[in-house]
């Protein structure tokens, strides 16, 4: 059984997908923590409601706005606890440095669009969601792939097509790509890695 660390930064819907899927989708792993780059994650209260333990760490108030000892302090709680497989499961920061060697092949991130659209720096959230908008495409989806050094670069693991509809908001397609796409194949994908299968 691998030992999963999750990061995250805001309400955690995808954390809440690995937990439910625990023992079913994913057999290979077991969430041993959460940690979060923001205080006020509801993601953290769903962590606490499953006995996970976690922790906060910010960038800012936590490390001084310094970008590696963000990344350090993020291994040492991920070595702290043990951890075997870490998930971003919507963590909103750019990790670096020493954590993406130590876990090379070991980091899986879900990002909302069908990569290579709509991804790289500064596409996240509903910015995403927006630009497929703004676009005009027809099809959308979600990615769930390795992280390495380039943002949203890492060998993609499963991707799952979704269809934009006529009305569509930004919030009400992010809410139907979440649904349709990112809650099934982010536990499908942690399990391909925990399962030692890419
Ligand atoms: C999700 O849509 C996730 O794909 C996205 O943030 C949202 C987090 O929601 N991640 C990115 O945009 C990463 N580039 P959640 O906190 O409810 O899981």
Redesign the pocket.
Known sequence: MKRIGVL?????????ALIDKQGTVLKSGKIVCVCSNNSK?Y?LERAKNAGIATKVIRKNADCGGDNDEFNRQICAYMKEMDVDVIV?????AILGGDLLKEYANKIV????SLIPSF?GDG???L??HQAALDYGVKVTG?TAHLVNEIT?GGRILLQKAVYIEDGDTPEIL?KR??EQA?WIILPQAVELVCADMV
């Open positions: 995250i930064s805001g309400g955690g819907t995808n954390l809440q994650a993601g971003l499961a919507g963590f909103l991130n879900i990002h909302p991804c596409f996240y959230g910015k995403v979600a949203d992010q790509v979440m990112e």
